[in-house]
């Protein structure tokens, strides 16, 4: 079942690419998702801007529930696809945001904020008429939708973290850096560099069939847009480090059910540390204990898996989801 939901994000996910260093657009012109998307258009700080989503509907009988799918910083709604397949077969509505600043949406300088974006995507429910849903955010994007249920609690049906980032202060550890210092790391960026961070980062057990994630990642760093995804990547870093919700998960008010990969050791800013460092944090295997302790309620689900289970083990995160939802 692994190889069908990976050969599924291939075949529905990927590339209009004729090689694996052909130059991508910033906003992913020529990278085909899995399902056709529609663009919400928005203003922010007197720029018009747009909001690129999927909205797809149930392939078997609708069950009556809307699930939205938040992606992490490196990724954007193209990861989603086996996801949104399985969820469809099952029923539910699910819409899939590329946050403003991330995939095919647009890239503005702008003040990049959880509480801006959560503003976002309350508007697009508001738009399609969604009055209540499940959230399910994965990395970056479970920072998002802690916020996203703080701020909308009316919103939000059941809360789903997958593996979130900010189950610690990162202030508290790691050096800050000016958004002028990150963007000279983020334009740096190669295929080599993303592969290797990938590789440390989210898939220690490296498969040929995660190439295609590096490919997208990596490819819009041959574009001459490149300096602004650059310093979007950089203000975009600077908000994961300056908005914690650590502090906030006991004043959550929704049903909530974390899913940990327990080897997942994830640091936004891991490589600003020394090993001593390293070894004292990032261990989500008690992070996620010690979060689902915090929130009212909370179930802890834990799987065998790194930062990113939904890929990395399809079949058991399917089985926890579901668990998760009902």
Request: glycine share 6%; aromatic share 12%; charged share 20%.
């Given at each position: 079942?692994?190889?069908?939901?990976?050969?599924?994000?291939?075949?529905?996910t990927t590339l209009t690419l004729f090689a694996q260093n052909d130059t991508l657009s910033i906003t992913l012109e020529n990278v085909r998702y899995g399902y056709p998307i529609k663009f919400l258009p928005t203003?922010?700080?007197?720029?018009?801007?747009?909001?690129?989503?999927?909205?797809?509907p149930a392939t078997a009988k609708s069950n009556g529930h809307t699930i939205?799918?938040?992606?992490?910083?490196?990724?954007?709604?193209?990861y989603w696809t086996a996801v949104i397949r399985f969820l469809t077969e099952a029923g539910y509505r699910v819409i899939v945001p590329d946050q403003i600043g991330f995939g095919k949406s647009s890239k503005p300088y702008i003040h990049y904020s959880f509480h801006q974006l959560a503003m976002q995507n309350k508007k697009l429910l508001d738009t399609l008429k969604i009055e209540k849903t499940i959230v399910l955010g994965h990395s970056m994007g479970g920072m998002l939708a802690t916020r996203f249920a703080l701020l909308f609690p009316e919103k939000v049906e059941k809360l789903i973290l997958e593996n979130p980032i900010g189950l610690e202060d990162y202030r508290t550890f790691v050096p800050y850096v000016s958004i002028e210092q990150q963007y000279k790391t983020e334009i740096k960026a190669?295929?080599?560099?993303?592969?290797?961070?990938?590789q440390s980062s989210?898939?220690?057990?490296?498969?040929?069939?995660?190439?295609?994630?590096?490919?997208?990642?990596?490819?819009v760093s041959n574009s001459s847009d490149f300096p602004r995804y650059a310093k979007v990547s950089a203000m975009t870093y600077e908000m994961i480090y300056e908005e914690p919700v650590v502090y906030e998960f006991s004043l959550l008010k929704v049903p909530t059910v974390l899913i940990i990969g327990t080897n997942d050791r994830t640091i936004v800013g891991k490589d600003k540390l020394d090993d001593e460092q390293k070894r004292q944090h990032g261990n989500y295997a008690e992070l996620g204990k010690q979060t689902a302790s915090k929130i009212p309620g909370a179930r802890l689900i834990e799987l065998n898996s790194s930062h990113v289970p939904h890929i990395e083990i399809p079949d058991e995160f399917k089985k926890a989801l579901f668990q998760a939802i009902r």
């Amino acid at each position: 079942m692994k190889k069908i939901y990976f050969c599924i994000a291939l075949l529905f996910t990927t590339l209009t690419l004729f090689a694996q260093n052909d130059t991508l657009s910033i906003t992913l012109e020529n990278v085909r998702y899995g399902y056709p998307i529609k663009f919400l258009p928005t203003t922010i700080e007197q720029q018009a801007l747009r909001m690129a989503y999927m909205d797809v509907p149930a392939t078997a009988k609708s069950n009556g529930h809307t699930i939205i799918l938040f992606h992490g910083k490196n990724f954007a709604g193209y990861y989603w696809t086996a996801v949104i397949r399985f969820l469809t077969e099952a029923g539910y509505r699910v819409i899939v945001p590329d946050q403003i600043g991330f995939g095919k949406s647009s890239k503005p300088y702008i003040h990049y904020s959880f509480h801006q974006l959560a503003m976002q995507n309350k508007k697009l429910l508001d738009t399609l008429k969604i009055e209540k849903t499940i959230v399910l955010g994965h990395s970056m994007g479970g920072m998002l939708a802690t916020r996203f249920a703080l701020l909308f609690p009316e919103k939000v049906e059941k809360l789903i973290l997958e593996n979130p980032i900010g189950l610690e202060d990162y202030r508290t550890f790691v050096p800050y850096v000016s958004i002028e210092q990150q963007y000279k790391t983020e334009i740096k960026a190669t295929r080599e560099s993303v592969k290797k961070y990938y590789q440390s980062s989210y898939f220690p057990q490296w498969k040929p069939e995660y190439d295609w994630l590096v490919t997208i990642a990596s490819g819009v760093s041959n574009s001459s847009d490149f300096p602004r995804y650059a310093k979007v990547s950089a203000m975009t870093y600077e908000m994961i480090y300056e908005e914690p919700v650590v502090y906030e998960f006991s004043l959550l008010k929704v049903p909530t059910v974390l899913i940990i990969g327990t080897n997942d050791r994830t640091i936004v800013g891991k490589d600003k540390l020394d090993d001593e460092q390293k070894r004292q944090h990032g261990n989500y295997a008690e992070l996620g204990k010690q979060t689902a302790s915090k929130i009212p309620g909370a179930r802890l689900i834990e799987l065998n898996s790194s930062h990113v289970p939904h890929i990395e083990i399809p079949d058991e995160f399917k089985k926890a989801l579901f668990q998760a939802i009902r």
